[in-house]
């Protein structure tokens, strides 16, 4: 189930040149004049910050929506099971009041599809900012890192896309300490602030 939402304002990154480690990813990475690195996208996702932040973010978002969609999908069953019982007891006094309890129900549907389809959009364009947000500051951060280190070429690994790459081409730590140097968190909202308090 997807996730709603106002659309919440995503961190900026400081523009700064950050330091790197002290120790980089081994310089001896040239094969036949050519320079590659790659970075562990899954070792991205889990340790900047960013990403950690905005994954409790949509998994809060999307909860809620979850519970929403299912609150009312229960009403609307339980109005359908008392429209249903009425009838067979012939509870209504006339046949326009079962009418129009019957097209009460069919309203009552047609908004919480409308509120599903609209919970789903909303969560989706959500994840499409935190994607475009997560490349922007990692292009920024790796035109940055490149300027002294001059690769030709680097690659994302995720799974089994690279087969194999040795560790001294792996420039994973080097660029989530810059990322995460760069991040500012997101401010708290003023409700999560009166939920702590």
Known sequence: MMAAAAVL???????????????????STATGGLKIAYVEVDSLMTQYEFCK?????????????????????????????????KLNNNGFTSREQA??????????QQSLQELQARLENELAQETQKYN??????????????????KYDLILTKQGDNILYAAPRF????????????????MPAKKDEKNEKK
């Open 99 to 108: 009418e129009s309890q019957q097209a009460a129900i069919q309203r009552q």
């Open 170 to 185: 792996d420039i994973t730590k080097d660029i989530i300490n810059g990322l995460n140097k760069r991040y500012k968190k």
């Open 9 to 27: 304002a995503l961190a900026s990154c400081n523009n700064a040149a950050p330091k790197m480690d002290e120790k980089p990813a081994n310089d």
């Open 132 to 149: 475009e947000a997560l490349r922007d500051s990692l292009m920024h951060l790796l035109n940055d890192y490149n300027k002294d280190k």
């Open 53 to 85: 932040e905005f994954t409790l973010i949509l998994q809060k978002k999307s909860n809620n929506a979850r519970n929403t969609l299912n609150s009312k999908g229960q009403a609307l069953q339980n109005a359908m099971a008392n429209f249903q019982q």
